[in-house]
């Protein structure tokens, strides 16, 4: 029983606290990629949105992406509309007619059908009738700083480079009013990929801001959910790095809705689950360069939730102290959790917050693994 306790206790430490701090070691120890990018570099540019009943937000994006710091001959915005049944359509037909006479070049393409086929086949849609040499992948909902698709753009001098991930920030965080668990967890999670972009690759990217060289896309199998993991994954593996540039930015809110949030959660980690399905050489570690990465930072966190019983169990059924006294801890904070949830109102003390959130997002991987095993993951793209 003692063994169990602390195999387990492994398994659920190493994702969050061993490898950061493998990570951390080897940024001491090794000669780190530099990481910053000077000149001048406008190549063709097509920025790809995938939307779907998103009349609220594209004018909005479409105008963000055309105040751009990047000359407007030289970048196009591609949005395919993904079975919308709203007026996403007029929208961006009636802009392109704008923007047309405005800058007499023509900027915007709509790709519309019906009905919806799921992000993946919008994305790949989207990237065929491309004519960029980089595409810029990013959603209807968020901003971007003025010079982000250049700052993503200028990695690309760099012929090694294959896919840059730009760095999300929450606009409640940038005005001190966020959510300080997620604002601690973004945090840790950004500080991870800087720390694999500079020891040679991340295994992943942000999803509202990342770019590629288009003659590096596969064509994903329909209803991919994690697009930002398996277009990077599949380019590291053609031998081309995926970097994170911090200086690229892009802006969004936290959602206040709790069922929203649930939903996303559950979508992401079911996405991890669903990459051992349409893409089983990402685990084999003779066909994946990042394989000891890939298996640390995204496998291993989605199988913490199974081995946190397993330690609770095995500690109450060992007769001493020091076990008694872990036992009465791991209750302690499953009881907080429980209040948490039946009153939401006592989650406004930090720590209970915290504990909250962090058993939430084991649940979700639960959630996720079920929809992905059930074979309804196709489900949780809306």
Known sequence: MKLTVWLSSLFILYPYIGYPLILWIKMIFSEQNNLKWSG??????????????????????IRNILQQNYPKDNFEIIVVSDGSTDETNDIVKNMSLEIKSQYNIPAIKLISYFPSQGKSIALNKGVKNAIGEIIVFTDARQSFHID???DL??????????????ELLFEEDVAGEGK??????????????????????????????????????EPMPANTILDDVLIPMTIVCKGFSAIFNEDAK?????TSNIAEEWRRKVRTLAGNWQLLSINKSLF????????FRFISHKFLRLIVPFFLPIVLLSCALIQEPFYRVLTIIQLSIYSLVLLGYVVPIVRKI????????????????VAGFYYWVTGSTAKLWR
């Open 250 to 254: 892009a802006y969004d809110q936290q």
């Open 350 to 365: 930090r720590f209970i917050n915290l504990c909250f959130f962090l058993v939430t997002l084991n649940i979700a991987a």
């Open 40 to 61: 001048i570099y406008y190549p063709l540019v097509s920025v790809v949105i995938a939307a779907k009943n998103e009349q609220v937000n594209i004018e909005r994006r």
């Open 284 to 291: 084999i570690p003779w066909q994946n360069p990042l394989w």
């Open 148 to 150: 982000a698709i250049k």
């Open 180 to 217: 300080p668990e997620m604002g601690i967890y973004w945090r840790y999670e950004k500080w991870i990929r800087k720390q694999e972009s500079y020891s040679g690759s991340m295994v992943g990217a942000t999803g509202a801001i990342y770019a590629i060289r288009k003659g590096l896309f």
């Open 153 to 166: 753009v200028l990695c690309f001098k760099d012929q090694e480079v294959g896919c840059v991930s730009g």
